[in-house]
């Protein structure tokens, strides 16, 4: 378990590069939390495409609603 003193540094840490800007740190969590969300979706995308054909009309459904979730997402990490 992390020592207080080693909690005390990370935190010290964490407040002199975002100079103490509590959105920011924020903002910056909430962006990587999306940008996380982001690559699953791509990653699914990558699977999609090696489980189906370009020609199935199941793939081409499947594709379009998952690209639409990853501009939604887009969406959400332009916005911060």
Same mark, same amino acid.
């Given at each position: 378990?992390?020592?207080?003193? !080693?909690?005390?540094?990370?935190?010290?840490?964490?407040?002199?590069?975002?100079g103490?800007?509590?959105? $920011?740190? !924020?903002?910056?969590?909430?962006?990587?939390?999306l940008?996380?969300?982001?690559?699953?979706?791509?990653?699914?995308?990558?699977?999609?495409?090696?489980?189906?054909t370009?020609d199935?009309?199941?793939?081409?459904?499947? $594709?379009a609603?998952?690209?639409?979730? !990853?501009?939604?997402?887009q969406a959400?990490?332009?916005?911060?």
């Amino acid at each position: 378990m992390a020592s207080e003193v !080693q909690i005390n540094a990370v935190v010290d840490a964490i407040v002199t590069a975002f100079g103490g800007d509590a959105a $920011l740190f !924020q903002a910056f969590l909430t962006r990587g939390k999306l940008e996380q969300e982001l690559a699953a979706l791509e990653s699914a995308e990558r699977n999609l495409r090696d489980g189906f054909t370009d020609d199935t009309t199941d793939f081409n459904a499947a $594709l379009a609603a998952n690209q639409a979730l !990853q501009a939604d997402k887009q969406a959400e990490i332009d916005a911060l």
